[in-house]
């Protein structure tokens, strides 16, 4: 395999990936308990910097918080 064809298939490969691994959980799927706010706890599977997210420093996120940190 030349050195172009294994550089063209992995941007192929990057290209399927990256929307799949940059997809986040819902806010929904996160909030295990349905309380509409996620604990850090909750919010740790998304993966998100939750003092970064939690913009008023209340110790949770809602959902617009939430939908800030990810955009
Ligand atoms: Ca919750
Ligand atoms: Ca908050």
């Known amino acids: ?6 550089v ?3 941007a192929f490969v990057l ?3 990256g929307p ?10 996160l909030d295990q308990n349905k309380d509409g ?6 919010a740790s599977k998304s993966g998100l910097d939750f003092a970064k997210a ?7 996120l809602d959902r617009k918080e939430y939908e800030a940190a990810l955009s």
Request: charged content about 30%; overall charge negative.
């Open 1 to 6: 395999m030349s050195k172009l064809a294994i």
């Open 8 to 10: 063209l298939s992995s």
């Open 15 to 17: 290209a399927l990936a």
């Open 20 to 29: 799949a691994l940059a997809e986040k959980p819902s806010f929904e799927e």
């Open 37 to 42: 706010s996620l604990s850090q706890a909750e």
């Open 54 to 60: 939690d913009t008023n420093r209340d110790g949770r």
